[in-house]
C-alpha cells in the first residue's frame, strides 16, 4: 500500500515542517534549480528532491513522499515514458498530484496525461512564477488547473468533439458529479433512479475514454464544462 511506504519515509528528508513538499523532476539543471527557486519563494513550500530521469523520478517520489510532483514529460525524450509514469505514480502514490511542465504540446499528450492522472498541464515558456505557485498549491488540493494556451488546446479536443455528443442530461450529471454528489445525491437532484445515474456515468466514462468519476470531472473541468 502507498500509504505503509510513505509511513518509512525519513521525516526530516520529508521536510515535515512544509505545507507544501514538491520533488522537480526535468533533465536540465537551468530548469530544476529555476522551479527550485520559484517555488521555494513561497512560504511553507519545499522542493524535497530532484531529479533528471524516469527512474530516478520514481524513486524520489518513492522516497519522499511529496504533495507535488512538477514533471516535464520528456526527461529521455520519450513522452509516452513519461505518460506512462504519470499513470504509474498516480495508481501507486494517490497523495502526490502531478504538474506537467513542458516545452511543446500537443492535444494528444494533453489529453492523455489528464487520463494517467496529471491535475495541472502548463507551457515552460507562458507559465509566469505566480502562476505555477499558484498551480502548486491548487492541484495539491485536487484541482485541475491548465495554462492558457493549453487551457485553448484541451478546450478544441475535448470541448467540440466531446460535448457536442453528450446529451442534455449527461451533461447535468457531468456538472452534479463536478458538486462531489453521489449517484443516489445526484438521482435525487434529478428525479431519477440510480440506476439510471449510473447508466449515464457508464455512458459519459466511454465518451471520454475513461474510467473513474475523477477522470470525468478532470476532463470536464478543462473542456469548461463546469464553469460557473
Known sequence: MANDARGDVA????SPLAKSRV????????????????LERTAGTAVVAEASTYD???????EHAPDVLVIDLDLGDDTTKGLQLCETISNKYSDTKI???VKTV??????DALRRGA??????EQVSADEL???VRAV????????QGVSKLIAKSLGSSKSDSLSDRELDVIRLLGRGLGNKEIAKELFISESTVKFHVHNICKKFGCTKRTQVVHHATAAGLLAN
Do not use: M, P
Open 11 to 14: 521525516l526530516g528528508r520529508r
Open 23 to 38: 520533488v522537480v523532476a526535468d533533465n536540465t539543471v537551468i530548469s530544476r534549480v529555476g522551479i527550485r527557486t520559484i
Open 56 to 62: 530516478a523520478t520514481l524513486l524520489a517520489v518513492e
Open 99 to 101: 504538474l506537467v511542465l
Open 106 to 111: 500537443s492535444e494528444f499528450v494533453v489529453v
Open 119 to 124: 491535475l495541472g498541464f502548463f507551457l515552460k
Open 133 to 135: 505557485q499558484r498551480a
Open 140 to 147: 495539491q488540493k485536487g484541482e485541475t488547473v491548465l495554462g
